[in-house]
């Protein structure tokens, strides 16, 4: 993750995207769709939207907890990854507050 992290603070100019999709994003979900599509979800939501997908996200990747290859878990990542492009991080860490406090 760390050197993911990196590559998107290198290439704040749009073209990380691509980076992240042949970095940790590569191939395909459990489903078989491809992980862009995800992807590109995010990219389409408003902050609401996406304010709201990171906690269904992060409340899912935790009931998972007991399968590493669930999907919820790089979903989480790449929830992050999004807010992080759009320097609004706090999106994140208010959904992951606010589903800490509901368990």
């Known amino acids: 993750m760390n050197h993911l992290r ?19 994003y590569k191939g395909n ?3 078989g769709n ?11 939501m408003t902050d609401k939207e996406l304010a709201s997908e990171c906690g269904k996200i992060i409340w ?3 009931y998972a907890n007991n399968n590493p290859r669930s999907d919820y ?6 929830c992050y990854d999004e807010t992080k492009h759009r320097n609004k991080v706090y999106l994140y860490d208010n959904a992951y507050k606010s589903i800490s406090q509901e368990v």
């Open 60 to 62: 899912l990747s935790a």
């Open 6 to 24: 990196q590559v998107l603070v290198g290439n704040m100019n749009g073209g990380w995207r691509e980076e992240i999709k042949m970095g940790n």
């Open 34 to 44: 491809p992980k862009s599509d995800y992807l590109e979800k995010l990219t389409g």
């Open 73 to 78: 878990h790089w979903q989480g990542d790449a």
């Open 29 to 31: 979900d459990n489903y």
